[in-house]
């Protein structure tokens, strides 16, 4: 797909939503961002190489301008709104956001800017309210449907996790038996946030959590230890 010729569209989208402040034109956006990139989004790994990736997605100077600043308000709101109530709109936002955040991240320069911004906290902050729900007697309430959205949108905070602390993915590399040259790693995995450590812990004394979010926890462990292991090296 040629997504330079979608680009026009996508930022006409932005235009509409700066123009009404709409939750549901920045979803159109974000539905349009996700369409050009979301090959970006690999979610199962399955485009993982044992070199570097030749392609990546734009720098952030190539988004539109406050992209984040709308982001990081909007992720803020899904927290608030889910911590009222588990709903299908708010959950949808918040998947079509964390979506955005990873695509964003696999430009390696792109990082550490989001990185020191609050979107870590916030997504933190979601995934243990939908944890909470997903874990309680008030399961048994909630669709088949919703109940998938949620498990969905904590994959994604977990995987934007793993984008943050190990870029180049060692961890999952090493797990293929690939040798990783760490000299070949320039940029700086981000540091870990207050947040997380708590949170891993506390997503293990959640009882029937099932086994796909286990495995997705031990990964983001796994990437925070690889991740540490780089920017020790990149700090000689």
Request: glycine share 4%; with cysteine.
């Amino acid at each position: 797909m040629d997504s330079n010729s979608h680009i026009p569209t996508m930022f006409t989208k932005w235009k509409s939503y700066l123009t009404s402040g709409e939750t549901s034109q920045l979803l159109q956006f974000l539905e349009e961002y996700i369409h050009l990139f979301g090959h970006f989004l690999d979610l199962e790994f399955q485009q993982l190489s044992e070199g570097l990736y030749n392609e990546s997605p734009p720098s952030l100077t190539q988004h539109p301008e406050s992209l984040l600043d709308h982001l990081g308000r909007e992720i803020l709101k899904c927290s608030c709104d889910l911590a009222r109530d588990i709903q299908q709109d708010s959950l949808e936002l918040l998947a079509a956001i964390m979506k955005c955040l990873i695509i964003i991240c696999r430009n390696y320069d792109n990082v550490l800017f989001v990185a020191s911004c609050d979107f870590v906290k916030h997504a933190v902050a979601s995934a243990q309210t939908i944890l909470s729900n997903l874990t309680s007697g008030s399961k048994q309430t909630l669709s088949t449907d919703l109940l998938n959205m949620m498990e969905l949108n904590v994959k994604l905070v977990l995987h934007f996790l793993e984008c943050l602390y190990d870029p180049y993915f060692v961890w999952r590399k090493r797990l293929k038996g690939w040798t990783v040259d760490v000299e070949q790693l320039i940029s700086q995995p981000a540091l870990v946030h207050n947040e997380v450590i708590p949170f891993f812990h506390e997503c293990f004394q959640k009882p029937s959590l099932s086994q796909e979010l286990q495995r997705s926890l031990l990964h983001m462990f796994g990437a925070i230890m690889s991740g540490s292991q780089v920017s020790s090296f990149c700090d000689l």
